[in-house]
């Protein structure tokens, strides 16, 4: 039996999200837990690193070379957000990803779904920005005030865990690329959100 404490000896400053797991709670566990299934049967949600983050000037090269592979160029409608599901497989360590548009920017941002992997495809999801509230939101979690108020949907997946909310990026600028090593087993949500522009479908190069 161990506490979560015992991994700490010497460090009397462990850090906050840690310290929930102390209430008492045994595990059967010889020493050698493994904190990240501790912290996460504790919180639910486990606090997880920001993903590694750099962009290219490279934009034309990437292009020309993903126009030659399939599904690798997809339009996002105006208002539309398109949500890539990449599962972890056991034979890597992190997920890497790279990705452009035409003539304007997009939103981007990526969650972590903690429910077991049942299937290793990825696979692209698409939803309107006026269907987020239903479809998107079950599966990504609270993404304003609003959606927190109405105590709605947004709730259902206690699984969901948010590494990199949405931002714009200047992906018509510069290649924007990225890394997140795995924090278990589960699925990536890598969100291209459009779903603020009221006019301009974009042109997305990714892979």
Known sequence: ????HVHFQGNEEAPAELALGEGGEENNCAGTCQLSAEIKEATQMPTLPPPTTWTSAAVKELKAKLRTEKDSVVTVY?????????PTVPEAKKVCWEFATDG???????????????????????????DDEDEEEELEGPLSNDDVEKGSKSQTNSNLAEILPVYRQDSHLSVQGGSHDFPGEGTYLLK????????RNKTLYYR
Do not use: A, Q
């Open 78 to 86: 105006r208002g539309d957000i398109m949500t890539v599901h990449v």
């Open 192 to 199: 291209f959100d459009n779903s603020y522009s009221l006019w």
């Open 104 to 130: 304007f920017d997009i939103g981007f941002g990526i969650y972590f779904d903690w429910t077991p992997v049942t299937s290793r495809s990825i696979t692209v999801h698409i939803s309107e920005s006026s």
């Open 1 to 4: 039996m161990c506490h979560m």
